[in-house]
């Protein structure tokens, strides 16, 4: 089981756009459409954004949005806000009850 | 609301066992619908699953942790519990527990997290 590949840093100026990919296998992120998406704030708990590949919870703004293609899952933050600058880690189901997360990605508001 | 709250030793010396409990308020510990997790963070690097209970006791680990992972559900006392073994220095993370939505298999809530060093 290896953590799904992630690139280490993203940016973009406030109000553009920026998207991280996340890639795995077809045992993990092909393999099932179980691809969730986690904000972490510094010295905080990883807070749900995205999961089942493109839905939202409630109380996450639609400017965060999630696909997937084959082993490659994508998460984009449009409009970028100051607010959004953290870390950004994917995660996906791996089959018999097993988990597996991204390296994780710090994305930085110019 | 739900919360869950991660308690234990914040040192662990090398060799011995490193044991956290997670107490859940706001929603029942019973329910089929979730797994209850464990998932740490080393200083300055990435999340890694550990391993989840069902309600019934059925544990589920990273295999490359199986060999010394440990994890219990106490109903009674809504909280559950991880046992790590033969720490090294290796182990030293924050630890978090969180609730997992079983059949979607996302991370819905977490507790703050816990930092456990091991060293002597």
Redesign the interface.
Known sequence: QSALTQPPSASGSPGQSVTISCTGTSSDVGGYNFVSWYQQNPGKAPRLIIYEVSKWPSGVPDRFSGSKSGNTASLTVSGLQAEDEADYYCSSYAGNNEYVFGTGTKVTVL | HLQLQESGPGLVKPSETLSLTCSVSGDSISSGDF?W?W?RQPPG?????IG?VFYNGET?S???LKSRVTISIDRSQTQFSLHLSAVTAADTAVY?CAR??RF?????Y????TLVTASS
Request: aromatic share 28%.
């Open positions: 797994f997790g998932i690097k990435g999340l890694e699953w989840n589920y990273n295999p490359s978090y997992v939505r979607a298999d996302y991370f819905d977490w507790g703050q997290g």
